[in-house]
DNA sequence: GTCTATAGATAGATAGAC
DNA sequence: GTCTATCTATCTATAGAC
């Protein structure tokens, strides 16, 4: 592992503990045991830090994304496949999906465009997907912008819960979520 | 309305946008023509501002609990209990929920300790309606802590999404969400 | 590549004049 | 109750010795 990786693990942890804007380059310094002045050696700043963590995992949401897209399945598949990659990032980088959610307004400049315009497509993506699941009749709500917004702040927040609850397998989480989000709770009446 | 309370609405607006640490007392002054001194005049400090938003919302929470676990009814009917007035909310005080939401960590010493405790005693309340649902066979789906995750992180995040579509009513909004939180979203096999 | 020293900016908060 | 002035602490980042 480089110093640079070194780094911006140990930034992945503090960030999401305690907010990108409260953790100093000497907090994060005294971590791996240096001054803050010896991170410049490996990286220019501490928004770069953030970018790195931010748009890492912003670029797997959109290679993901884009490999659903060219499957030609049903949307059911689809939301399916959607909702198996979150899970799986949330397993395997929940820092980095917390700090992309409460982060990113943080990036400046092309970072934060960079990130902006990636937000956008996915959820354009996503809702392209629940309106071919509507037309086909696969869909029964009605109301495009709810079901998007449902999916993507029960995905979005589930760092949130796994980490009470990391005993539970990934293929039960993938199954429970998947129910959940596509079936609802209720006993059919 | 009072100097004090004009300060906190100015902090809610700031704080939603930016977050909490990256509001200076210098900023927040700025907004109502003031100098950061003047502030302390009528406040003691930048904390107590954040703690009078959170806990100001997180007691109203409490509150609207007590009254849903006092009525005697149904599990289902409590759950739209516990979606309206989450609903209500949004629409009333988004800043709040988001500030709640992304800066709760930042409150300190007793303030913290209150916050925590009421947001556990919301939780496990909410853990409790569930519970009674799927012993009388009103809930279907079986993993309760997964029902309890998806129903908040939807009503915890709606103020996100309500921003952009502010057009729809509040009774559309409240049918909506319970709808998809209670029927999901999928044709009945 | 790591250090000490420090520049330069900005933070929260207080003292005291008016 | 608002101001100017300022204290003390801390921030990101750089300069230059080793």
Redesign the pocket.
Known sequence: MT?KQEIIDTAKTLFRERGYKS?????L?KVI??????L???I????EILADIVLDVARYFTHEMNIIKSLNVDAKTQLEGVIKHHVDLTINNPEAIAILNNDWMHLEGKHLEDFKMMRDTYENDLRSIITQGIEHKEIAFQNIDIILFSILSTLRTLHLWYRKRSDLSENDLKKDITDILLKGILVKS
């Not at 953790?23 to 907090?27: A, E, G, L, P, Q």
């Open positions: 110093r953790v100093s380059m000497r907090d310094a045991d240096f001054k803050a002045a010896s410049y050696n490996h220019s700043s501490k928004e």
